[in-house]
């Protein structure tokens, strides 16, 4: 019996991580669109699946970590994937607001922060309003990369779970 690879397909879902968490340093260093707290919660998550990929990609199916991979990938895009569609929610209804709130005080607080802070201090608003890209907000693009990352990370178990052409 040979089982078939999910290796191409984490390390899809790993280039669509690091690709959107270098975007969004792009956009904040280059343009200065600054990060609220819904999108330094999308960072963490990005990390979650990067790190869930990278450890499918690097496991065997066997594995007793290869689960542990699985799931902290699957959590990443679920917790991801409902911060960004909420944040675009935030964005329709501007009465709502995330604001300078004991999140961004909580977030900005983490020990890790002063490493990088680039990257992980919310100093913006959830309801500053940038320049769409190709019609879409920053917030929809990271939602569409979550749902890529979560079709991603089923052909990603399907691939390990089956042998090859029995379905």
């Not at 984490?10 to 280059?30: D, H």
């Not at 707290?37 to 690097?58: D, M, V």
């Not at 920053?138 to 990370?153: E, K």
Request: proline residues 6%; hydrophobic residues 50%.
């Amino acid at each position: 019996m040979q089982y078939s690879s999910a290796r191409p397909w984490a390390s899809l879902g790993l280039a669509i991580s690091l690709g959107a968490l270098g975007l969004a340093l792009f956009f904040q260093i280059s343009k200065e669109w600054f990060p609220c707290p819904l999108c330094i919660i999308q960072r963490y998550a990005y990390l979650a699946t990067a790190f869930g990929f990278l450890g499918i990609g690097l496991t065997s199916r066997k594995s007793m970590w290869s689960a542990v991979f699985v799931l902290l990938a699957l959590l990443g895009f679920v917790a991801g994937a409902g911060v960004a569609f909420y944040h675009v929610w935030v964005l329709s209804n501007p009465a709502q607001t995330c604001g300078v709130d004991p999140l961004q005080n909580t977030l900005n607080a983490l020990p890790w922060v002063q490493y990088w802070p680039d990257m992980f201090v919310a100093d913006g608003l959830c309801t500053d309003e940038y320049p769409p890209l190709w019609g879409l907000s920053l917030p929809m693009w990271s939602g569409l990369g979550f749902l890529a990352q979560g079709l991603v990370l089923l052909i990603a178990v399907r691939t390990r779970q089956y042998v090859k052409g029995s379905w």
